[in-house]
C-alpha cells in the first residue's frame, strides 16, 4: 500500500502542482483522477517555467509515469498542445511516460460553447467558470450521454453519439441563446482526427495499471485539481466545479478501493485566494488583499483573470482536513507574508451574533459570516532563499505553529518560493 493522494485545501490555486513535481522524485506514479483543463499547474524547475493543464505534474521526472484516469474530462486540444510542447521540450521522450484511460469524458466543442453561453445569460448571478466546458461535459457523463475517449476510435459510434448530442444542444443553441448549430461533419472530422494523433497514449484500464503497481509496493501519488471548497457536493455549491475535488474522488475517479490510500496531503496557501463569484469570509477588498495579491502574483494560470485574496481562514481549513481525511499539510507560500506589520488568522465566524467554530456549509450563512481573527506580529525577512526550517525567523515559526496547534494536523511542509529547492521539510513523508 503506497497510495497518496495529493489535494488542494483551499479554493484550489494551492500550489499542488509544484508539491506533486517535488514529490515525484520519489513516486512511481502520479495520476489526475478529476477535473479538467480548468486546472492550472505551475512548475518551475530551474528557473523554467512549465504550466500543465491536464497532463499529471509528474511528467518532468522522466521515470514517473503519469497517468490520466477515468474521472477527468479530457480537452483533446489542450493535451495535444501539452504533449506537443513536452515533447518538443525533450520531458515526453516515450508515450509510455503517459497513459490516458479510454473512459475519459471528451470535451467537444458544443460543451465549451454551451458554458460560454450559460454564464453570459447569467450575468450577475454567473459562476465565473473558467469557460473550458467542465459543467457540460460533466452533464453529458451523467446523463450517459458524454462522448468517451475510447469513442474516439470507433466511427459509428462517434458519428451516433456525436448526432443524438447535437440534436439537443443545437436546439439549445438556437432557441435558448440565439446562437449559430454547431456542424456536425467538421465536429466528427476534427474529433477523429485529434483521436488519432492521441492514439499513442490510449490505455484500455488505467486502474488496472494502477494496482498492479500498488501490489508490487510502488509508490502511486494521487494529484488533485482544483480545492476542496469547490467541490460539486461539498463546496460552495453552487459556486463550485462540476467534480468532486475532495480526496475521497482518488478512489472513484482512479478506480482504486480507499484500503489503498495511506497519507491525504493537504496543501494549503499560507492565505486564501479564489477565482469566480461566491463566499469568501476572509476576503480583503483593501490594500493588505491587493499586496498579498501583487507579491503571491495571484493571477490565474488558466484564465489569467486576478484571484481575490484574504488571511488564512481556520475554519474553512479544518472543514477542509475533515472532509478530506487529510493526514498531514504542506503550507505553501509562506514567502508571500514577509514584510506584513501583522499576520490575522480566522478561528471562528461570527453569524447573526453567534460565534461558530464548525464551518456552517450553506451559502447563504457563509454570506454572512464576520471572520473573527486573531493577531501575530509578522517578520520581514526574506524567506526565498533559505535551506532548512531552523533558519526561519521565530515568528514565523510562531505562525506556523499557532496554524498546527488549531488545526491538530501536523504541517510537515513549508514551501518559500515556486522553485522545487524552495521547499523545506520539517519530517520526510516518504
Ligand atoms: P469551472 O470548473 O470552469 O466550471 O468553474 C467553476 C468554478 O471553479 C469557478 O469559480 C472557477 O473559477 C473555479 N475553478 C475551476 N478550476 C479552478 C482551479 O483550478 N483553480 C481555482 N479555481 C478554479
Redo the contacts with the bound molecule.
Sequence with gaps: MSGIVVVGSQ???EGKGKVVDVFSAKADYVVRYQ?GA???HTLIVDGKKTVLHLVPSGILHSDTICIIGPGVVLDIETIFDEIKALKESGELKDSNQLLISELCTVIMPYHKQL?AAREQSAGHEK??????G??PAYEDRASRRAILFGDLFYENTLRKKVEHSLKEKNLLFEKCYGLEPINIEQTLAEFKNLGQLLKPYRCKDTSLVISKALNAGKKVLFEG???SL?DLLHGTYP????SSTIAGSACVGAAVGPGKIDKVIGITKAYTTR????PFPTELKTEVGQKLRDIGQEYGA?TGRERRCGWIDLVALKYAIRINGITNISLMKIDVLSGFDEIKICTKYKINGELHEDYPIAVDELNEAEPIYESMPGWSEDLTKLQSFDDVPEACKKYIQFLQDEIETPIDIVSVGPGREQTLWLKPLF
Design positions: 479554493w484550489g490555486d477535473g480548468n486546472a492550472g458554458d459562476i465565473g467558470t473558467t469557460g473550458k467542465i459543467g485539481a482544483q480545492g469547490l459556486y463550485v466545479t462540476s477565482v469566480g463569484s461566491g488558466t
